[in-house]
């Protein structure tokens, strides 16, 4: 079962960093790739502190949330 995340589309740009953060070992060092399916879409995370991989679904709008920020990445104030 792939895990599920809970940010909304208009959520702050640190709570969906926080979403993505690594479960392991809490880190923000997340890298990340997303893969967007004809509705929705899913985020590969990989923790580059412990090195953690796991795979996120998203909704739509998450999906569309993420996809913004291929270009700008995530600030974490
Ligand atoms: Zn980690």
Redesign the pocket.
Known sequence: MPETTTFRGDDNPALVAAALA?R????GEVEWALEVDEFDGQVHCH?L????RRVVSLTSDQTLRLSLHREAPLEVA
């Open positions: 690594c392991v070992c809490l880190s923790c502190d412990c090195g953690h």
